[in-house]
């Protein structure tokens, strides 16, 4: 009997051997680029022959919070925004300001206008690109929790009624075609390395870890509130990023105190409400497993034999078996932008080898983006040793 493709996605992450492997893009900004919605996205997905799927809510955000998916961001009534350019002598680079002036305090953030800085004179509120050039970061003492308070509040009404006309839209659609509807993304630490920078967030793990669990606690319960219009409009996966919260950065030990609790939390509410709970970690993933497997999640997306150096594939495969799908196991940019053919396809089998058949999902990791005729004929590549192996 043939599956659809929400049926046989949904075996795959819970762990069971679906009619045949799925082959679902963690990130496809090559072919979303040429797409005008979701919708024509996924129907272009389906006549690759891949399992399509709507990522709803994991469309491109706002600038002002470009890497944080979802609801739209928005701060409290009272909130005032300042921005401004410095050019200061000394400084290689313009120097932007941003301060949020809020009933409790203000915070201040500034940061380098580097050559490839993409904001022009402006500072978004989370975002990768802050982080290495921020010569001051938002969030720097205790004091200034109380001030981030009037920026991490729930999603506002009109937005969540606005999401749920939305929803209807997307589910009818997947219903129709029977594709797999994604929500997300939760967030946890990734957010607080934007806030407070990602060094400093490390030291303070060490120098007060109170002050950085009452900072987790603070964010755990804006994510909840973010993630709750998604389980209620019942999206079939709930996802949350984890790109920064790897071992590669954080011990076991850490781990369990900072991201644990909340990442157990969010997965027995995505099961609650029938959802399954997925979780990104691209690199450092082996001391982690265990733990992740404890916490309730449901497939880990983001397995990547080449950007997660440490890790062992078959060793993971048997910790997660009939416990927890995978999903990815051939690198996006090494393999299928800069690869030849013949590593694109020693690479795909050894992937559906090593992690299938049974709670696996093939995909790149994490993104295939490089509109070039070399990079078209390698996912071409890709789409057919999997047909031809699934």
């Not at 040429?34 to 399992?51: H, N, S, T, V």
């Not at 644990?260 to 979780?279: D, I, N, S, T, V």
């Not at 927890?324 to 020693?346: A, D, H, I, P, Y």
């Not at 050894?350 to 993104?367: K, Y």
Request: charged letters at 30%; glycine letters at 8%.
């Amino acid at each position: 009997m043939r599956l659809s493709s929400k049926e046989r996605m949904l075996m795959a992450i819970s762990g069971e051997r679906p009619d045949h492997v799925p082959c679902s893009f963690m990130i496809f900004r090559a072919l979303r680029n040429k797409c005008e919605d979701i919708f024509e996205f996924a129907e272009r997905q389906m006549e690759l022959g891949i399992d399509a799927r709507m990522d709803f809510g994991i469309e491109p955000a706002p600038w002002y919070h470009a890497d944080l998916h979802g609801l739209p961001v928005r701060f409290h009534p009272e909130v005032e925004v300042r921005e401004w350019r410095e050019d200061r002598p000394g400084e290689r680079y313009p120097v932007l300001c941003k301060e949020y002036i809020t009933p409790a305090g203000v915070l201040r953030i500034e940061v380098h206008k580097t050559e490839d800085w993409p904001y022009g004179d402006r500072v978004p509120f989370m975002e990768d690109h802050i982080v290495p050039r921020s010569l001051k970061h938002l969030i720097a003492r205790r004091e200034d929790l109380e001030p981030l308070k009037y920026l991490l509040i729930p999603p506002a009404d009109e937005d969540v009624r606005e999401f749920r006309g939305r929803h209807r839209k997307v589910r009818e659609f997947a219903d129709r075609h029977g594709l797999l509807v994604v929500g997300g993304w939760g967030v946890g630490l990734d957010a607080l390395a934007w806030l407070f920078g990602l060094q400093g967030l490390l030291f303070l793990s060490m120098d007060d870890p109170e002050f950085l669990g009452d900072l987790a606690e603070l964010m755990g319960e804006w994510n909840v509130k973010r993630m709750e219009p998604f389980l209620e409009a019942g999206v079939d996966l709930f996802v949350r990023r984890g790109w920064y919260e790897g071992a590669d950065l954080w011990s076991p030990t850490l781990f369990r105190r900072f991201v644990f609790p909340y990442l157990k939390r969010e997965a027995e509410l995505a099961h609650q409400a029938g959802a399954k709970f997925g979780y990104i970690l691209t690199t450092g993933v082996m001391p982690l497993v265990d733990l992740i497997v404890e916490a309730g999640v449901d497939v880990l997306i983001g397995v990547d034999p080449l950007q997660d150096r440490t890790i062992e594939m078959s060793k993971l495969k048997e910790k997660a078996k009939g416990k927890m799908g995978l999903w990815g196991g051939v690198n996006g940019f090494l393999t299928v932008e800069m690869g030849t053919s013949e590593e694109v396809q020693k690479a795909v089998r050894e992937a559906l080898t090593t992690l299938g058949p049974d709670g696996f999902i093939l995909s790149p990791v994490d993104n295939v983006r490089e509109d070039r005729p070399e990079v078209w004929k390698n996912v071409e590549v890709f789409i057919e040793v999997w047909k031809k192996r699934r």
